[in-house]
């Protein structure tokens, strides 16, 4: 356990947990029995142990998630009043309070005094489900499989945890929550430097969400309308027409539980019924639409009369999925090629003015921002946001992205690029987007990220790092990560660099690759030879201490900036500049890391790094193909007295997620 100890007394950090929200009418019940029980005995319910260090363990319907506490003491369970569980001294000056509220589960940790953990750890059955995080910081866990959408394989969702001052309230002043997943660990770590400057008791609140209704609609409009979806569990399902065109415009065809169909009781309004609902496959209800239009179906699985609160959530089949709030997209589709595969990373140009859009050129027709801080990209979904980063602009001209593509681009993928957005911030992120990236943003270099081999002064300001040295090669800035960085074949190092001083003709700059920690030496792409007589016109490869390799002419100057880029293909270097065609020299037998060269030889020698990157790379790589039509955002129109909706995209509904297609 890591603690850390602050000089304030007499205050407390309760710290909720788990909240798990049970999104069902079944009741959640403390059980003195075993896992094995439970799966016998229970299709829902919520076990907490004996013994705090103990799993506690929730089960949505025989899909069982785990949650172990690392770290904490074997504190006996003390049953205080009806549906309030206590754990005291769960942790070194620690209780731990469970509170089963109607459809809840929540867990309070309460430091009572200083020692309190800076961390905490648990040990969870990721492995049993498949899971990511989306683009709020929830953490979603699936069934595993490739059956259909995945959102309708979704059993339990982790909202982004955050924290905030208890005597204040929940009242938007909130501290930043860490959540991430390190193997079977699920780690959560508070802010501490937010933590420093607020009272205590502070409330950290991480929840669990069981979803038990999921819902994918197909449109097709004028023809058949599929909803698909997902229940959990046993309880009456109510299909309900949500307005009068919906019952006027859309005829009923089948209910089904997979490709069984299924006979339910047709009710005035065109309200289908099905009591005792129970199905374990992607369901679906097909409607005819006789007439175009903004149909609407509202679902509701539960039985109130009963006590069993009703699960609710809805479809739509007016338009098709798009990034809420943007004025404009097109569609890109991107020729695959065989050995790219997933989150492979595309480069694009965009231009703030009107043309004609070709290969990786596209023309935005002055409507998007003039810094393109407006500038998103999409999956074929038309909703799911990929990772980008922008690597330069010129107001109003142009932009150069850089977009991570999720789809397997082994085969033709399309993505869409948005626009038309007043206000809003770039998300360009480079961490995100690449395998490897440093933009030199801090005030000293990242030695999480670099080692320094043989350069004598290094210095990070204004977002550059500065080399200054007269080492003999090689010197140079390795990516090695503490040991884990990236050493394969078919992976690109891209930097942008200048050279500022040097004269000697054995001098040397640019990127190394395969670099041994040990003694500094790999296979190199360099400008070499920085005399004034007769240099400055040839980059060249190099094999560290065994042979120069192949020179290529190139006229390059001090003071300019240059972007290179090298890679190995598992026989071959290869370099370039400026992203003109690809210089190669046969070598292989080497192996390490990615590194910044910079040899002075004895003399002096000064340049600058203003960013590097390591991307996914194949000799033949994905080819920019088809440009769509500029499209416009649906129109939405409100009716009176109501507050207009987009009524496409993913929406958030309790009980599960709908998606619009």
Not at 46 to 64: A, D, G, I, R, T
Not at 301 to 313: L, N, R, T
Request: glycine share 8%; with cysteine.
């Amino acid at each position: 356990m890591i603690e850390f100890y602050k000089k304030q007394k007499n205050k407390m950090v309760s710290i909720f947990l788990m909240c798990v929200i049970l999104m069902v009418a079944f009741g959640v019940v403390f059980l003195k029995k075993d896992v094995k029980q439970i799966k016998d005995e229970n299709n829902f319910s919520v076990y907490s142990p004996q013994k705090y260090n103990q799993p506690l363990v929730v089960n949505n319907f025989n899909n069982f998630f785990s949650i172990k506490p690392v770290n904490a003491r074997s504190s006996k369970r003390i049953n205080q009043q009806k549906n309030i569980i206590k754990y005291r001294d769960a942790y070194h000056n620690t209780d731990v309070v469970q509170i089963k509220q109607n459809n809840k589960l929540k867990e309070d940790i309460i430091l009572k005094q200083v020692g309190h953990p800076k961390k905490f750890e648990y040990e969870i059955n990721a492995n049993d489900y498949d899971y990511e995080f989306n683009d709020q910081g929830d953490l979603i866990f699936y069934q595993k499989g490739d059956e259909g959408d995945k959102e309708l394989r979704q059993v339990f969702t982790i909202p982004e945890p955050y924290m905030y001052q208890e005597d204040q309230g929940d009242n938007g002043n909130r501290g930043k929550v860490e959540m991430r997943i390190e193997k079977n660990r699920l780690i959560l770590e508070p802010d501490i430097e937010w933590i420093k400057n607020h009272n205590y008791p502070i409330i950290v609140d991480p929840t669990v969400e069981i979803n038990v209704l999921n819902i994918h609609s197909r449109p097709f409009v004028g023809d058949d309308w599929t909803v698909e979806f997902t229940t959990q569990g046993k309880a009456d399902l109510k299909i309900i027409p949500a307005d009068q065109d919906t019952i006027d415009d859309d005829e009923f065809v089948g209910l089904y539980c997979g490709q069984q169909k299924k006979e339910p009781q047709v009710l005035e309004k065109d309200v289908i019924y099905y009591p005792n609902w129970q199905c374990d496959k992607i369901a679906k209800v097909v409607h005819y639409t006789h007439k175009a239009g903004k149909h609407h179906l509202l679902f509701e699985f539960g039985d109130e009369a009963q006590g069993i609160e009703a699960v609710k959530s809805e479809a739509f089949n007016d338009g098709e999925s798009w990034l809420e709030g943007w004025g404009y997209r097109k569609s890109h589709t991107i020729s695959g090629s065989n050995g790219a595969g997933t989150n492979y990373q595309v480069k694009l140009n965009v231009f703030y003015s009107s043309g004609s859009d070709s290969s990786g050129d596209v023309y935005l027709d002055s409507k998007c921002d003039t810094g393109f801080d407006d500038i998103r990209f999409t999956d074929n979904d038309g909703e799911t946001e990929l990772d980008y980063w922008m690597e330069s602009k010129i107001d109003s001209n142009n932009a150069v992205f850089w977009i991570e593509v999720a789809d397997n681009l082994d085969s033709q993928a399309t993505i869409y690029i948005y626009y038309g957005k007043t206000g809003e911030s770039t998300n360009s992120n480079g961490e995100n987007t690449f395998l490897f990236f440093d933009d030199f943003s801090g005030s000293s270099l990242d030695t999480d990220k670099w080692t320094n081999y043989g350069i004598d002064n290094l210095s990070v300001s204004d977002g550059l790092l500065s080399a200054n040295t007269t080492s003999d090669d090689p010197a140079k800035v390795v990516a090695d990560e503490n040991g884990s960085g990236q050493t394969g074949n078919n992976l690109a190092m891209r930097a942008r660099f200048r050279l500022n001083t040097g004269s000697h003709n054995d001098q040397r700059a640019g990127l190394s690759l395969k670099t041994n920690l040990s003694d500094g030496r790999g296979y190199n792409y360099v400008l070499h030879d920085f005399s004034a007589g007769g240099g400055l016109d040839k980059v060249q490869f190099l094999d560290d201490y065994v042979v120069w390799g192949t020179a290529y002419s190139f006229n390059w100057s001090k003071g300019t900036w240059y972007i290179e880029e090298i890679y190995h293909n598992g026989s071959a270097v290869k370099g370039r500049i400026n992203d003109d065609s690809w210089d190669s020299w046969t070598r292989s037998g080497r192996s390490g890391y990615f590194a910044l060269n910079t040899g002075g030889y004895q003399e002096n020698v000064t340049n600058d790094w203003d960013w590097a990157l390591i991307r996914k790379i194949i000799d033949s790589e994905p080819a920019h193909s088809i440009w769509g039509e500029e499209e416009s955002a649906p129109v939405v129109e409100a009716e009176s007295g109501n507050k207009a909706e987009l009524r496409s995209g993913t929406i958030k509904v309790k009980g599960g997620v709908m998606k619009v297609r």
